[in-house]
């Protein structure tokens, strides 16, 4: 009986240092990360794939800011670095001067003009942000530096996922948004893919709540002035017009008025010099109906460099800001091209908004592929 178990337990640690080395061979692995040093340092998590060399970066400690992202490009047979980054400089992103580098806006996205709105009969005022001699709104949200909570991690041979959360209270600005929204995002990584998607959930006993969402994607570019956007072409798009001295000075509010957009046609560069760039911070949407399971894709070529990304959402994100002064304000060579689930403004124009019942959810994706 003593030999039994003996071999009992010789099988069963057997089985033990089998599972532990299948577990250590998996694809993909979800790692412990910490951006900038010192006293500032903000801890993330990574996911990657060892097989072709991808990775993601997603900073936790900080609104689930998407620090970088690695994707295999099959055209070029190597990886890319697709996205902008904050190098390193956890102090900018923590004090709010990273310009929104990849930052989640939520529970708005864009500006919210003088950060007044009308909701329900009753008039709310949120924190602005946003002051300089033109305008003095509130800007992209207020969760973008907050500390989120690492729900779950997962990975195995095709893809890792971490599932972040938050829940806003009602109490980070009672005088501009004392709503309770449960806010979960999910990032995956997969071969040659990142996706994620939103979760929000209305938690107030009986009220109803008013709801955006975007992604501040800056895309790491060669030459801002020789980079090529196209639009999907499933549609035709409007350019949503702003008060007057946009897009550089002015309101930089929609005044409800469009006209029909035929640039970004996937060939012609955004024009300018290298220095001196054509200047965009302008909204556009489709100007007609589109299939419901249909995604948008649009396309952002570094042609000095042969690469082209491709940002793609879900019928939750039919909105889409183009911004390309990023040279231009802080000498940095990328365009943001963000996806938005409503306008700027929305809160007031109710162009897209979504309004949550108590207990309703609203779920969206977008994500990012290298061709």
């Known amino acids: 009986s003593v030999s039994l178990l003996m071999v009992g337990r010789c099988y069963c640690l057997l ?51 998407v620090e970088s992202l690695v994707l295999y490009s099959e055209a070029l047979r190597h990886t890319v670095s697709v996205l902008a980054t904050h190098e390193g400089n956890a102090t900018a992103l923590r004090v709010g001067t990273d310009n929104y580098h990849g930052a989640m806006l939520a529970p708005f996205a864009n500006r919210i003009a003088n950060g007044t709105y009308v909701f329900q009969g009753k008039t709310y005022y949120l924190e602005r942000n946003e002051c300089d001699q033109d305008r003095c709104d509130a800007l992209h949200g207020f969760v973008n530096n907050k500390t989120f909570t690492v729900k779950s991690v997962h990975a195995d041979d095709q893809s890792a996922w971490v599932i972040l959360g938050y829940k806003i209270t009602g109490k980070e600005q009672p005088q501009g948004y004392p709503f309770v929204l449960d806010l979960e995002f999910n990032y995956t990584l997969s071969p040659g893919m990142f996706t994620f998607t939103v979760a929000a959930r209305n938690e107030m006993p009986s009220d109803p709540l008013p709801f955006s969402f975007g992604f501040h994607s800056y895309f790491a570019v060669s030459d801002v002035s020789s980079t090529i956007v196209g639009f999907d072409d499933q549609t035709g798009w409007n350019h949503l017009l702003s008060s007057p001295g946009a897009p550089q000075q002015g309101e930089l509010i929609p005044t409800g008025q469009v006209e029909r957009w035929k640039e970004f046609d996937g060939e012609t560069p955004l024009g300018g010099t290298a220095t001196m760039p054509t200047y965009y911070d302008d909204e556009y949407k489709p ?9 948008l894709e649009q396309t952002i070529t570094d042609a000095p460099a042969g690469q082209t990304a491709v940002l793609w959402g879900d019928a939750s994100f039919r909105i889409w800001q183009l911004f390309t002064g990023s040279m231009q304000k802080w000498g940095e060579s990328s365009v943001a091209l963000e996806p938005m689930s409503s306008c700027a403004d929305a809160f007031n124009n109710h162009d897209h908004l979504i309004i949550l019942s108590a207990g309703e959810q609203f779920k969206g994706s977008f994500g990012i592929y290298v061709q």
């Open 15 to 65: 089985l033990l240092l089998v599972a532990a080395t299948c577990a250590a061979s998996t694809r993909y692995s979800v790692l412990d990360g910490v951006l900038g040093s010192g006293a500032d340092a903000l801890h993330t998590k990574v996911l990657r794939d060892s097989k072709l060399g991808e990775s993601l970066e997603v900073v936790w400690e900080s609104g689930g800011v």
């Open 287 to 295: 100007a007609d109906a589109i299939n419901p399971c249909n995604n």
